[in-house]
């Protein structure tokens, strides 16, 4: 979504907002403009009264009082979140959207974990946006909405769809900030390059596998971070056989579709050693020999929703310039069943010597990023997160309500705990205990095998696995994201609509910036 020039300041409103002078409201269809303007909800007296914001009162005033006039017809319907479109109040904006605010001072709520204020933004940009988006506006301006950052951040996410193979596409309107102040402009450039991001991933979970092999994933990342910042590198599979990345390798077995490894570079902080993260690329997971049911399968083109968080991520590391060193390494494959694919039972070695029995060939995630964590070790990093669309135990535990963390760093999660709350794309812990590791890692024949012995914990289990191949003494995140990969079974992210969500990106940026602000 670009950002328009036009960008307007409110002490400057009445160049933008000028007064009645003729009458355009019968303006050329592509003409149309509109606005979102915001109210708060305030009780006086046990009522509900609408409190306009700074913006909404000046837009009041230059259109000689006709939005307050207006307002208290409908002072009702206009709740937290929802929108109310008027038309003809001003001849330069044709269609206004008020849109609700809730309570002016809301705060951080400790039991829901999250930043109150930041979301109820969001999801007021993002209602304001469609009510005018619906009525077929193409030139939106949004005012800050008390915070630039979320409100274009919830603009841009809310405008957003997935139309990629529509013959017919619908038009996507263009979104501008009416800025208060001159300050909220690179508030308002950062919460689009965020959203941006997070299109970026949901565009790339929801591309068809067909069209999005690791072959051709490799391609497009390659024009995408195109960037004097990023270095790219993509390994094929002789590269992986040198690297004696078996467990990769193994997952690949059954494709016809060779396997690809990523390795991303961006150095901006110096000498430092860098950050690693690793995303899950599987960019279709058939189950393997142990195959999936066939309700649903088609979601698992998203199984590389890892792969695309990471390299959304490092898209906006780049275009915010934040100054670390990040590396990136995305393992991609294909899952298929064949007969030339891995068999319940069958022992392969890893990167870092450790023998596996694969058990179950539908838990292959764990393995291609056994084998990533292992070569990980390479760069000494000051911390490794991997994230993926690791198990469907996740989705039981937690539904699309957060995203899993297993970690050996309080330190660590108590940040990523905290930019979670403020993105409004929340992270709950989960425990590291040798009791899941004993159910993996005990055996007779082989080191470790892919699936736990007991009944539950998959998720719990799955993670004591992947422990076993992190670099010795290095702090380290595993983030599962099954369970917010797509698509929404419910509304609780309105401003994410249909289809995958590219969660949990903006939350990952923010826990990268924060390590510059430590």
């Known amino acids: 979504m670009a950002l328009s020039a036009n960008c307007l300041k409110l002490e400057k409103f009445s160049r933008c907002i000028r007064s009645p002078q003729r009458n355009r409201f019968y303006s050329s269809q592509n003409n149309k403009k509109g606005i979102v303007l915001g109210v708060y909800n305030e009780k006086s007296e046990n009522e509900n009264k609408l409190v306009l914001t700074p913006a909404s009162e ?41 849109t609700g605010l809730g309570e002016k001072n809301k705060k951080f709520n400790p039991l829901e974990l999250i930043d109150s204020k930041k979301e109820t933004i969001r999801l007021a940009a993002a209602a304001g946006c469609a009510a005018l988006k619906n009525a077929g506006l193409k030139n939106i301006s949004v005012e800050s909405l008390g915070d630039a950052e979320a409100s274009a951040e919830g603009s841009i996410l809310g405008t957003w769809k997935f139309q990629e193979y529509k013959t017919k596409k ?44 690791p072959t051709i994933f490799s391609q497009q990342i390659a024009e995408i971070l195109r960037s004097e910042n ?76 890892g792969a695309a968080s990471v390299t959304a991520t490092l898209y906006a590391v780049d275009k915010l310039q934040i100054p670390v060193n990040l590396k990136v390494l995305i393992p991609l494959v294909e899952n298929m069943p064949s007969g030339s694919a891995i068999k319940p039972g069958d022992v392969i070695k ?18 291609i990023l056994a084998d990533a964590l292992s070569y990980s070790s390479k760069f000494s990093p000051k911390w490794v997160l991997d994230i993926a669309t690791l ?27 905290t930019v979670s709350s403020s993105t409004g794309d929340r992270v709950w812990r989960f425990p590291l205990w040798k009791h899941y590791l004993d159910q993996v890692a005990k055996n007779d024949a082989y080191d470790l095998n892919n699936i736990g012995k007991g009944r539950g914990g998959g998720s719990c289990t799955a993670a004591a696995f992947l422990k076993e191949f992190v670099p010795e003494n290095t702090e380290w995140l595993h983030l599962d994201m099954a369970g917010v990969m797509g ?30 602000k430590m």
């Open 230 to 305: 990023i270095k790219i590198e993509v390994h094929d599979q002789e590269w992986a056989k040198k690297e004696e990345m078996n467990a990769f390798l193994s997952v690949s077995k059954g494709s016809v579709e060779p396997p690809k490894f990523l390795e991303l570079t961006y150095n901006k902080g110096q000498n430092e050693k860098p950050y690693v993260l690793v995303g899950k690329g599987v960019t279709f997971d058939a189950g393997g020999i142990s195959i999936k049911p066939s309700t649903s399968m088609d979601h698992m083109r998203a199984d590389m929703g």
């Open 350 to 367: 890893a990167k870092n010597g450790k023998t596996i029995c694969v058990d179950n060939t539908d838990a292959e995630g764990r393995l």
């Open 391 to 417: 198990t469907g135990a996740m989705s039981v535990a937690l539904g699309s309500g957060a995203t899993g963390v297993f970690t050996n760093s309080d330190h660590l999660f108590n940040i990523l705990q």
């Open 487 to 516: 698509p929404q079974p419910d509304s609780s992210m309105p401003y994410l609509g249909k289809g995958m969500t590219g969660r949990p990106t903006r939350t990952l940026i923010e826990f990268i910036a924060a390590q510059k």
């Open 58 to 98: 000046k837009f009041n005033e230059l259109s000689q009082g006709k939005l307050l006039s207006n307002l208290k017809f409908v002072e009702s319907e206009i709740k937290e979140g929802k929108s109310f479109v008027f038309w003809g109040l001003h001849e330069d904006y044709q269609a206004v959207a008020i």
């Open 170 to 213: 619908d038009d996507i309107p263009q979104v501008n900030i009416c800025l208060e102040n001159a300050t909220e402009k690179d508030n308002w450039n950062r919460g689009v390059i965020k959203a941006n991001a997070q299109n970026l991933a949901r565009k790339l979970a929801d591309t068809p596998s067909n069209l999005l092999t």
